[in-house]
């Protein structure tokens, strides 16, 4: 059957189809029909013979036994007509247990930059035991583009085979090139014998040494082991790259400057190879010429500065010399970008992540940079959404959790925020360029709603390590710390803060009525002689926040108006996470404005809304004001509730001269006429080692009308107010005499 050479064409199409679907059986009579009119494709259009060429490449692979010859030869055809294309080497130098040398020697000299023919390449020399060869090739892959994850696992592979070669080998090996192999593959078995090998000079046994303090010891040691011993001591190129590695592994940014200088210019080689033993010349100074481990330096530098020293020329530098070298190198990228968001230009910083994305920027590096993007944006669900994707391709960062955290804390999620919190610094190291002090930040906010206060001390002292004395960051601590330590009523350790943050000028406007309260409060602490008095015209007129009620309520109290203040001091505690303390502060500020119809409603309100919160004193005024409102089955209720709950303070700790709990309950009783209930606290009134008058002459009255048989009583009461000076009124002096007198005729005649 004769076939035009558009039917030609469009059978190679269909047989291209249904070997890509596996469909053998159908492919038969196509195939013949092709061969059969092969001819009238001619040499007039090599792009159609190249199409049937390349088909039956492909076709030949379908078999198990693969013919390569066969396959070669439509290689070279395609050679031939000119028509060869990457892919096409690609495909038969995947057959690495067979396909000719020269085949590879031709299409990585065509294709210089392709990191596939080299790492099949790289495999054929792996099979073929050739690992010198091997390893030469994918680290000048790697070079070109240093995130082929796949040429840098295989060249470990490769490594650690040549290594396991040389070590089993029954011929004495180099030192230098098993300290190599064994640095390159982290062998720290080899590492350790080669401590002992007498053939290394002194510079690369540190390096023995250092890599194993590496891998065994932990940060803290490895920087004191610079300071003191390894940074005086003359070091190889290879071990300052490897310590300096480690330091930004570890984000201890302040030992790369020491560690690192800066690097050489890269020399390129000629591009002029005309034969394979030139190119592979090419290659190794290629992989030499420092192209990919200057910009690593420069990475590494700029880093230093950016998360450490904070100098933005040094930053500049390192972009503007390391982008000369490779102006899509996504690392350095992605620097630039952080230091365009530190500077809040946000868009031109979003333009530069997405631009090191597209040339190579991790997944990871990019979500985190959505999730930067998100948190600045205020969507918050949308930094957890991000943080969930982060975590599902990368173990957590100290980043990716203070996001995370950050986000639960502004959903006011506190209890999840807090376990995020507590992983984070307790499993990362803590530097001071980190996320570290702001995690001991909404640690210690979270710890203040939740009135653990031990723990907020701890970390606001952690926190403040992390900054200068006299920075914006020190002082927004210490300015947390002074309404943090007013609702704990230590008014002296708040003054302290205050004052200090007073004359340094950092002293926030809504905390000063807080300062002004505690000078007026406390009057044994001096007030500035700067600091203003309070005036009705510092009353927020229009109150909408918890600060505007609180600092409100705090004005009125000095300026005496305690009914408007502990009005206020209410709206505030319905404000606050603190609702207790402020409810507390009110009640006392009505109790000293003798505002008492107030006071019992701010006892009503702290018993209803926040139970957990009531104490001796709340329970004792509320029963007082109670006894002074006449309320008095309420009050004897109330008053046994305090006896009941605070036993302690109500017999051991209240005053012995003058017991008001007492009192209040006798009078209680003797209004509610329960005599049994008043002869009984009158009593516990006159066991104390000195009564007072009017008690004995109480239970003096009490024995006249319950007692009046009982001379001995009487007389005995009577006798103790002559014993112990108090003035016996003449009519008192004669009943006495009377009693005696009775006595003794009665009991003594």
């Given at each position: 059957?004769?076939?035009?050479?558009?039917?030609?064409?469009?059978?190679?199409?269909?047989?291209?189809?249904?070997?890509?679907?596996?469909?053998?059986?159908?492919?038969?009579?196509?195939?013949?029909?092709?061969?059969?009119?092969?001819?009238?494709?001619?040499?007039?259009?090599p792009?159609?013979?190249?199409?049937?060429?390349?088909?039956?490449?492909?076709?030949?692979?379908?078999?198990?036994?693969?013919?390569?010859e066969?396959?070669?030869?439509?290689?070279?055809?395609?050679?031939?007509?000119?028509?060869?294309?990457?892919?096409?080497?690609?495909?038969?130098?995947?057959?690495?247990?067979?396909?000719?040398?020269?085949?590879?020697?031709?299409?990585?000299q065509?294709?210089?930059?392709?990191?596939?023919?080299?790492?099949?390449?790289?495999?054929?020399?792996?099979?073929?035991?050739?690992?010198?060869?091997?390893?030469?090739?994918?680290?000048?892959?790697?070079?070109?583009?240093?995130?082929?994850?796949?040429?840098?696992?295989?060249?470990?592979?490769?490594?650690?085979?040549?290594?396991?070669?040389?070590?089993?080998s029954?011929?004495?090996?180099?030192?230098?090139?098993l300290?190599?192999?064994?640095?390159?593959?982290?062998?720290?078995?080899?590492?350790?014998?080669?401590?002992?090998?007498?053939?290394?000079?002194?510079?690369?046994?540190?390096?023995?040494?250092?890599?194993?303090?590496?891998?065994e010891?932990?940060?803290?040691?490895?920087?004191?082991?610079?300071?003191?011993?390894?940074?005086?001591?003359?070091?190889?190129?290879?071990?300052?790259?490897?310590?300096?590695?480690?330091?930004?592994?570890?984000?201890?940014?302040?030992?790369?400057?020491?560690i690192?200088?800066?690097?050489?210019?890269?020399?390129?080689?000629?591009?002029?190879?005309t034969?394979?033993?030139?190119?592979?010349?090419?290659?190794?100074?290629?992989?030499?010429?420092?192209?990919?481990?200057?910009?690593?330096?420069?990475?590494?530098l700029?880093?230093?500065?950016?998360?450490?020293?904070?100098?933005?020329?040094?930053?500049a530098?390192?972009?503007?010399?390391?982008?000369?070298?490779?102006?899509?190198n996504?690392?350095?990228?992605?620097?630039?970008?952080?230091?365009?968001?530190?500077?809040?230009k946000?868009?031109?910083?979003?333009?530069?992540?997405?631009?090191?994305?597209?040339?190579?920027?991790?997944?990871?590096?990019?979500?985190?940079?959505?999730?930067?993007?998100?948190?600045?944006?205020?969507?918050?669900?949308?930094?957890?959404?991000?943080?969930?994707?982060?975590?599902?391709?990368?173990?957590?960062?100290?980043?990716?959790?203070?996001?995370?955290?950050?986000?639960?804390?502004k959903?006011?999620?506190?209890?999840?925020?807090?376990?995020?919190?507590?992983?984070?610094?307790?499993?990362?190291?803590?530097?001071?360029?980190?996320?570290?002090?702001?995690?001991?930040?909404?640690?210690?906010?979270?710890?203040?709603?939740?009135?653990n206060?031990?723990?907020?001390?701890?970390?606001?002292?952690?926190?403040?390590?992390?900054?200068?004395?006299?920075?914006?960051?020190?002082?927004?601590?210490?300015?947390?710390?002074?309404?943090?330590?007013?609702?704990?009523?230590?008014?002296?350790?708040?003054?302290?803060?205050?004052?200090?943050?007073?004359?340094?000028?950092?002293?926030?406007?809504?905390?000063?009525?807080?300062?002004?309260?505690?000078?007026?409060?406390?009057?044994?602490?001096?007030?500035?002689?700067?600091?203003?008095?309070?005036?009705?015209?510092?009353?927020?007129?229009?109150?909408?926040?918890?600060?505007?009620?609180?600092?409100?309520?705090?004005?009125?109290?000095?300026?005496?108006?305690?009914?408007?203040?502990?009005?206020?001091?209410?709206?505030?505690?319905?404000?606050?996470?603190?609702?207790?303390?402020?409810?507390?502060?009110?009640?006392?500020?009505?109790?000293?404005?003798?505002?008492?119809?107030?006071?019992?409603?701010?006892?009503?309100?702290?018993?209803?809304?926040?139970?957990?919160?009531?104490?001796?004193?709340?329970?004792?005024?509320?029963?007082?004001?109670?006894?002074?409102?006449?309320?008095?089955?309420?009050?004897?209720?109330?008053?046994?509730?305090?006896?009941?709950?605070?036993?302690?303070?109500?017999?051991?700790?209240?005053?012995?001269?003058?017991?008001?709990?007492?009192?209040?309950?006798?009078?209680n009783?003797?209004?509610?006429?329960?005599?049994?209930?008043?002869?009984?606290?009158?009593?516990?009134?006159?066991?104390?080692?000195?009564?007072?008058?009017?008690?004995?002459?109480?239970?003096?009255?009490?024995?006249?009308?319950?007692?009046?048989?009982?001379?001995?009583?009487?007389?005995?009461?009577?006798?103790?107010?002559?014993?112990?000076?108090?003035?016996?009124?003449?009519?008192?002096?004669?009943?006495?005499?009377?009693?005696?007198?009775?006595?003794?005729?009665?009991?003594?005649?």
């Open positions: 059957m004769s076939l035009t050479r558009q039917e030609v064409l469009q059978h190679i199409e269909e047989a291209h189809a249904l070997l890509i679907a596996k469909k053998y059986a159908e492919l038969n009579p196509i195939i013949t029909a092709i061969q059969d009119n092969l001819d009238v494709l001619g040499y007039k259009y792009k159609d013979n190249a199409r049937y060429y390349r088909f039956f490449m492909l076709y030949m692979g379908a078999f198990e036994q693969v013919n390569i066969v396959m070669h030869s439509y290689v070279e055809a395609l050679e031939q007509v000119g028509q060869v294309l990457a892919s096409d080497y690609e495909y038969i130098c995947s057959y690495h247990n067979t396909c000719p040398e020269s085949v590879y020697e031709k299409a990585l065509a294709y210089p930059y392709n990191e596939t023919l080299h790492i099949h390449y790289a495999l054929k020399l792996q099979v073929e035991k050739r690992y010198t060869e091997a390893i030469a090739v994918l680290k000048y892959v790697l070079e070109c583009y240093p995130a082929t994850t796949e040429a840098r696992f295989l060249l470990w592979e490769i490594e650690s085979a040549q290594l396991d070669d040389l070590v089993t029954s011929e004495e090996a180099d030192c230098y090139e300290l190599d192999l064994a640095s390159a593959t982290h062998n720290l078995d080899v590492l350790k014998g080669l401590q002992l090998d007498t053939r290394l000079d002194k510079k690369s046994k540190h390096l023995t040494y250092i890599q194993v303090a590496i891998w010891n932990r940060s803290v040691e490895i920087i004191e082991q610079w300071n003191s011993e390894w940074k005086s001591v003359e070091l190889t190129d290879l071990t300052r790259n490897v310590l300096a590695d480690y330091a930004k592994a570890f984000m201890i940014y302040e030992l790369v400057p020491q690192l200088k800066a690097p050489q210019q890269p020399e390129f080689p000629q591009t002029d190879f034969n394979f033993s030139e190119y592979k010349a090419y290659m190794q100074a290629l992989t030499n010429s420092g192209w990919q481990l200057a910009q690593h330096h420069y990475l590494l700029g880093n230093a500065a950016y998360f450490y020293s904070n100098n933005k020329n040094a930053i530098i390192c972009l503007k010399r390391g982008l000369a070298l490779n102006e899509k996504p690392l350095l990228l992605n620097l630039k970008a952080m230091t365009l968001k530190s500077e809040d946000n868009q031109e910083a979003g333009a530069i992540y997405h631009e090191a994305f597209r040339n190579g920027l991790t997944m990871d590096n990019y979500l985190l940079y959505l999730i930067e993007l998100n948190n600045r944006i205020e969507s918050y669900q949308g930094v957890l959404d991000t943080v969930k994707q982060f975590h599902i391709r990368h173990t957590p960062t100290l980043k990716s959790l203070f996001f995370k955290a950050r986000a639960l804390f959903f006011h999620r506190d209890d999840e925020a807090l376990v995020v919190l507590n992983e984070a610094l307790q499993d990362f190291p803590l530097h001071s360029r980190s996320y570290a002090p702001w995690m001991h930040h909404y640690r210690m906010v979270i710890n203040k709603r939740k009135r206060y031990t723990q907020y001390f701890i970390d606001q002292q952690a926190e403040i390590n992390y900054y200068v004395d006299g920075d914006d960051d020190y002082f927004n601590t210490t300015n947390l710390a002074v309404e943090t330590i007013f609702e704990q009523g230590e008014y002296e350790e708040c003054y302290k803060y205050a004052i200090y943050n007073h004359e340094q000028g950092k002293l926030v406007e809504e905390l000063y009525p807080i300062f002004q309260w505690i000078c007026f409060y406390d009057f044994l602490l001096e007030k500035p002689e700067d600091l203003q008095d309070v005036t009705e015209a510092n009353i927020n007129q229009q109150p909408e926040t918890f600060e505007d009620f609180r600092n409100n309520g705090l004005i009125y109290w000095m300026l005496d108006n305690h009914t408007a203040a502990a009005e206020s001091l209410m709206v505030a505690a319905s404000k606050s996470v603190n609702k207790a303390i402020y409810l507390k502060l009110a009640l006392t500020c009505a109790q000293e404005g003798f505002k008492n119809s107030l006071s019992l409603t701010i006892c009503e309100t702290i018993r209803k809304e926040v139970p957990e919160a009531r104490e001796f004193k709340t329970d004792y005024i509320y029963a007082n004001i109670l006894n002074d409102e006449q309320r008095h089955l309420e009050a004897y209720a109330a008053l046994l509730n305090v006896l009941k709950s605070y036993p302690e303070r109500a017999f051991i700790e209240f005053p012995k001269d003058f017991n008001y709990l007492l009192h209040t309950l006798k009078n009783a003797k209004a509610l006429e329960d005599m049994s209930g008043y002869n009984k606290y009158v009593s516990m009134l006159l066991s104390r080692d000195n009564p007072i008058e009017n008690q004995l002459r109480e239970q003096q009255d009490l024995a006249k009308s319950q007692s009046e048989e009982n001379l001995f009583l009487q007389h005995n009461l009577m006798e103790n107010l002559a014993r112990l000076n108090f003035e016996l009124y003449p009519e008192e002096q004669e009943e006495l005499k009377e009693m005696k007198m009775r006595i003794k005729a009665a009991h003594f005649a």
